[in-house]
């Protein structure tokens, strides 16, 4: 089963930059797509941004455009989430997961066989 591990979280200053990763356990069907989503502490899981992995089409959720950019490495099995201009507001646990890809875009939801991972902790704070 597909299966996704994240890393790279950790504690930044606010205005700072962090880039997650997203290994996957094998390699992803072409028509297929990968979305990164985040949970705060008593908030709902929230999707942030995906790629579709055959048109590498990517979307970001309003509060992250402009400051966050997906990028992929296909031979690592690898997606990035690159972050910069960190807000205390970003604050969360941040996961990765196979989520719909339809027309060639994505879409935050989750497909029905995935499972989450253990999320990787981004805290932005002075």
């Known amino acids: 089963q597909l299966q996704f591990v994240e890393s790279g979280g950790g504690l930044v200053q606010p205005g700072g930059s962090l880039r997650l990763s997203c290994v996957a356990s094998e390699f992803t069907p072409g028509d297929s797509a990968i979305g990164w989503f985040r949970q705060a502490p008593g908030k709902d899981r929230e999707g942030v941004s995906c790629i579709n992995n055959r048109t590498s089409f990517a979307n970001y959720a309003n509060p992250v455009k402009g400051r966050f950019t997906l990028s992929r490495d296909d031979a690592k099995r690898t997606v990035y989430l690159q972050m910069t201009y960190l807000k205390p507001e970003d604050t969360a646990v941040y996961y990765c997961?196979?989520?719909?890809?339809?027309?060639?875009?994505?879409?935050?939801?989750?497909?029905?066989?995935?499972?989450w991972g253990q999320g990787t902790q981004v805290t932005v704070s002075s």
């Open positions: 997961v196979a989520v719909v890809a339809r027309d060639g875009f994505c879409l935050y939801r989750k497909i029905p066989t995935a499972k």
